[in-house]
């Protein structure tokens, strides 16, 4: 595709081609299961993402690795499909990033295993500043942690915010978070950074560390906390019927994307985000649930929530004790 003149969302990251393998209970060790159904589908956690954008009306731009093989050219044509202007970056002879995910039909719960070729790494000298320039908001990920820096630096100079998807701590990630504004991780992320378990407490001290503008989590079935430098932000979950969690929080990561780029306060986006990544969840593959716009609208306002994940009174209480220690941020 040729390139367009602006992007509101430029994503970096991880594609990946899933075959989705549905059983109706996750198996024992030495035991035989029947698969209910298989299927193959696009995934990853910035292609996903990227792709949800897309589908909302937002210019989107992906950068991405894959070989040349069958996986690699089911990826370009499902991005082709959705109308995402895509760079891919060609690894020849070698293998597209791919996974096999064992979905308990009983729970939605998800099992992921994994594959991924060194070569299929995005390096700095793949990716190209013009891909980057001129867009709204840059979206990456930990994984290829020094391609990332190098496109979220390019951002930084040129005033563009940065949103990461953050789930393990991948070297040089301390590198990254310091020229991410937007870090939303996985609930499990701020303790194996920081060695704080306590939420109220990581994300402040991540804030203020990395001088990010806003930080969050996401807590699964229970939503996402986030602190914004002044107070905390607890948004519980949405109730569906679950078939497949593949896939939830990529979609939560375009939905913050996409809430950034249209300058929504930080409380609507995080119920945006909320309630597309629950939707998602309503049917197979890390795509197969991206709900419209009017479908979303409807949940955040006729579907039942979980409970909150924390009290007012001990966010309230929280952000007191967080708030003088935050600092200036960028």
Not at 110 to 135: F, H, N, Y
Not at 148 to 156: G, I, K, N, P, V
Not at 174 to 196: C, H, I, N
Not at 219 to 229: I, K, N, Q, S, Y
Request: with cysteine; hydrophobic share 40%; aromatic share 6%.
């Amino acid at each position: 595709m040729g390139e367009s003149p602006r992007a509101d969302v430029v994503g970096v990251g991880i594609n990946a081609t899933d075959t989705i393998l549905r059983l109706p209970r996750f198996p024992s060790p030495d035991s035989k299961v029947e698969l209910l159904s298989a299927d193959l589908k696009a995934g990853g956690q910035v292609a996903s993402a990227v792709t949800a954008c897309c589908r909302w009306d937002l210019a989107a731009r992906y950068v991405g690795k894959i070989g040349d093989d069958a996986a690699g050219k089911f990826q370009m044509e499902e991005m082709a499909r959705e109308g995402v202007e895509a760079h891919w970056i060609m690894a020849r002879g070698h293998a597209s990033q791919s996974a096999f995910i064992l979905v308990d039909q009983q729970t939605g719960e998800r099992t992921v295993l994994w594959k991924r070729d060194p070569w299929i790494a995005l390096r700095s000298e793949d990716l190209q500043r013009q891909w980057i320039a001129g867009a709204r908001l840059l979206l990456v990920d930990g994984h290829d942690t020094e391609a990332a820096t190098t496109a979220a630096r390019w951002a930084h100079e040129e005033k563009i915010p940065v949103l990461a998807d953050l789930d393990n701590l991948y070297p040089g990630v301390e590198a990254l978070l310091e020229l991410v504004d937007y870090p939303v991780m996985s609930k499990d992320f701020p303790e194996r950074l920081t060695g704080e378990p306590d939420l109220l407490k990581s994300l402040p001290r991540i804030c203020r560390e990395y001088r990010c503008r806003t930080v969050a989590a996401t807590l699964g079935r229970m939503g996402v906390l986030a602190w914004d430098r002044t107070r905390f932000l607890a948004c519980p979950g949405f109730h569906v019927q679950v078939m497949d969690t593949t896939g939830a929080g990529d979609i939560f990561h375009g939905a913050f994307a996409y809430g950034l780029v249209r300058s929504w306060p930080m409380d609507e986006i995080l119920e945006f985000s909320s309630a597309a990544a629950a939707l998602n969840c309503t049917a197979l593959g890390a795509r197969g649930g991206i709900a419209t716009l009017n479908e979303i609208s409807h949940l955040r306002e006729h579907g039942e929530r979980s409970e909150p994940p924390y009290s007012e009174s001990a966010l309230r209480d929280a952000a007191r004790e967080a708030a003088p220690m935050t600092g200036a941020g960028r």
